[in-house]
């Protein structure tokens, strides 16, 4: 993501929006701050993030209903893979964590392009191209980012109850190696 690409900002935030209506601003800016810079936790070992994934695995229900894979570069570079609908195609784990790895390697989004995407995003909602989020609370989480040098966010605490998200992301360019290349 070198340059901002306002049109894909407005296409995937629609995707979004369709899924998750009712995710907030803070949602949105984590959408944003993971297409440009991938995963905000950094990652250790293969073994540790082997282990955290595995727990967390084991606690979630499969769900086949829900998207597999979700895009959040309009480029379609970058996908969020869903794990409970991974769950449901009883694929298991050993395949998963190093293409995961490598995702967080391979992206070299910077602070800067950071700022200019959140900008043109800031943007269109003070302009009224997105009308999901109040101009005031733009403004303000605007400036309380600015403030704190764009850090990475949890999900809303009504995102993480309402949708109770539980993901991680993949490089389009990977997921053949999952073993179903047709599904993005």
Not at 133 to 139: I, K, L, Q, T
Request: net charge negative; charged share 20%.
């Amino acid at each position: 993501m070198t340059q901002v690409d306002t049109l894909g900002i407005l296409e995937i935030l629609d995707q979004h929006l369709g899924w998750y209506p009712l995710m907030e601003l803070q949602d949105a800016y984590k959408l944003i701050y993971q297409a440009v810079l991938g995963p905000e936790h950094l990652i250790g070992s293969p073994e540790e993030f082997s282990r955290y994934l595995e727990l967390e695995y084991a606690s979630l229900q499969a769900d086949a209903a829900q998207h597999l894979f979700e895009p959040i570069r309009a480029d379609g570079s970058l996908f969020r893979l869903n794990l409970r609908a991974y769950k449901a195609r009883e694929l298991g784990l050993a395949g998963l964590v190093t293409p995961l790895m490598m995702t967080a390697q391979f992206i070299q989004g910077t602070q800067s392009e950071l700022r200019l995407t959140w900008g043109s995003f800031t943007q269109l909602c003070l302009q009224g191209y997105v009308r999901h989020f109040e101009p005031e609370e733009v403004e303000l989480l605007d400036w309380q980012l600015i403030e704190q040098d764009f850090p990475a966010l949890h999900h809303s605490e009504a995102y993480r109850r309402l949708y109770q998200p539980a993901y991680r992301l993949v490089s389009a360019g990977l997921i053949p190696s999952l073993g179903m290349p047709d599904e993005a």
